[in-house]
């Protein structure tokens, strides 16, 4: 059951990867406000406070003891790297992790920390062993409170999308994370401002879930490990992100909140110009007034003064499933508007049949899929003449406002 527009859309979202806009703690922390029943974050005013309780002390002293190396000397501090994943097309390979670590204890002296699940132990013993460098392997050996205390003990997280990395995340440490295959960082990106993340800079990506590579999973190849260890070495150094040799095949980005307090990515690559981005930036905008409107009356978006500036191709994509949408809106609100003065029953079929055309139509369009779920949940259940006509007018309003944003 969904308790609001927030909880359709998320569910809409996570089923077609590319088309929300939003952090997924973003979308819970949505549903959350929305519901009477939960409470919201806690949080500083128009920001999340994303922060998690803190280890244990005997989660502290049992870490302490597990990264102990007294006969390893030049020791200045910890990295850890994870190189386990859910799937393995969603894992850096273990060799870029190891020449990683190489080259963090070569230049810094930093001692890699190899962490994984007891399922990962294998993947994680290959890693050390492709590794000219002392490292400290504690796949399958720390709770989860005491992993939050290794995360804590260590300068800086390398890892793949996975748990750890939101567990990091959500106690302050410094992330990088590689986002491949079906991972990406618009929607599962750390949740707290200046951590980095990496994605392949691909068309195909991120894929969709359920299908075969075509490519050979060559997303695992774009992410270069010179570029990972430059990005690396510079915030230990630093504690600044930057300072990568080449961003060729990537898309980098640092997190940040935007004006409305949401998770956002601020591009390290100059990939913020690119259509995708700015295809994204402008649904946050558009889809969160929607998102948060009164259901009960006119929707009218404030659209941005600047122009949206996609390129000429997929403007013309955009604009031709966005004229379908109107198009077979403007039909529906006719339909019901005769259906008002003559209530027959062929109109009235033809006046709902409308309503599934139109999420059909979303449903097939890359660009606004995430809106069929959250369409066909705000129409289902109800013969309410008044109240369809008044949301089709209110998607009506939200679609020719994006056309014209997208002719600019």
Same mark, same amino acid.
């Given at each position: 059951v969904n308790s609001n527009a927030w909880a359709a859309f998320m569910q809409g979202a996570s089923r077609v990867r590319g088309v929300s806009p939003f952090n997924v703690a973003?979308?819970?922390?949505?549903?959350?406000?929305?519901?009477?029943?939960?409470?919201?974050?806690?949080?500083?005013?128009?920001?999340?406070?994303?922060?998690?309780?803190?280890?244990?002390?005997?989660?502290?002293?049992?870490?302490?003891?597990?990264?102990?190396?007294?006969?390893?000397?030049?020791v200045t501090g910890y990295? +850890?790297?994870?190189?386990?994943?859910?799937?393995?097309?969603?894992? =850096?390979?273990?060799?870029?992790?190891?020449?990683?670590?190489?080259?963090? =204890?070569?230049?810094?002296?930093?001692?890699?920390?190899?962490?994984?699940?007891?399922?990962?132990?294998?993947?994680?013993?290959?890693?050390?062993?492709l590794m000219d460098a002392p490292s400290v392997?504690?796949?399958?050996?720390?709770?989860?409170?005491?992993?939050?205390?290794?995360?804590?003990?260590?300068?800086?997280?390398?890892?793949n999308d996975t748990g750890t990395l939101?567990?990091?995340?959500?106690?302050? @440490?410094?992330?990088?994370?590689?986002?491949?295959?079906? +991972?990406?960082p618009w929607d599962t990106g750390p949740f707290r401002a200046g951590n980095c993340s990496l994605e392949p800079d691909m068309e195909c990506h991120p894929c969709a879930f359920g299908k075969e590579c075509p490519r050979d999973e060559a997303c695992r190849r774009a992410v270069g490990m010179e570029t990972?260890?430059?990005?690396?070495?510079?915030?230990?150094?630093?504690?600044? =992100?930057?300072? +990568?040799?080449?961003?060729?095949?990537?898309?980098?980005?640092?997190?940040?909140?935007?004006?409305?307090?949401? @998770?956002?990515?601020?591009?390290?690559?100059?990939?913020? +110009?690119?259509?995708?981005?700015?295809?994204?930036?402008?649904?946050?905008?558009?889809y969160r007034q929607f998102l948060d409107r009164d259901q009960s009356a006119v929707f009218s978006p404030v659209m941005p003064n600047v122009p949206l500036g996609l390129s000429a191709p997929v403007a013309e994509a955009l604009r031709k499933d966005l004229y379908a949408a109107v198009t077979l809106l403007d039909a529906l609100i006719q339909q019901g508007q005769l259906l008002l003065v003559k209530p027959l029953p062929q109109i009235k079929e033809r006046f709902f049949a409308s309503f599934t055309r139109i999420g059909v139509l979303l449903q097939e369009s890359p660009h606004l899929a995430a809106l069929r779920l959250m369409w066909m949940e705000d129409t289902s259940g109800s013969e309410d003449l008044d109240r369809a006509l008044r949301l089709a007018g209110q998607y009506h309003a939200l679609l020719s406002c994006c056309m014209q944003r997208v002719a600019q």
């Open positions: 973003d979308l819970f922390r949505k549903v959350a406000e929305g519901d009477g029943s939960f409470l919201p974050l806690p949080a500083e005013p128009g920001a999340p406070d994303p922060t998690l309780a803190p280890p244990s002390a005997n989660a502290v002293d049992a870490v302490r003891r597990l990264l102990e190396l007294p006969e390893q000397q030049g990295v +850890a790297l994870q190189a386990g994943a859910s799937e393995e097309r969603r894992r =850096w390979p273990a060799e870029h992790f190891a020449a990683l670590g190489e080259r963090l =204890w070569r230049e810094e002296g930093l001692c890699p920390v190899l962490l994984g699940s007891s399922a990962e132990k294998d993947l994680v013993t290959r890693v050390a062993g392997n504690l796949a399958g050996k720390t709770s989860l409170g005491e992993l939050g205390a290794v995360l804590q003990a260590c300068r800086l997280l390398v890892s939101h567990l990091a995340s959500g106690l302050g @440490m410094p992330v990088l994370g590689i986002f491949l295959a079906t +991972a990406q990972v260890a430059g990005l690396a070495l510079h915030f230990v150094r630093t504690g600044q =992100w930057g300072g +990568a040799a080449s961003y060729a095949g990537v898309r980098a980005w640092e997190s940040c909140l935007d004006e409305d307090g949401f @998770m956002g990515l601020r591009s390290l690559s100059g990939h913020d +110009a690119e259509d995708r981005s700015r295809w994204l930036d402008e649904q946050r905008r558009l």
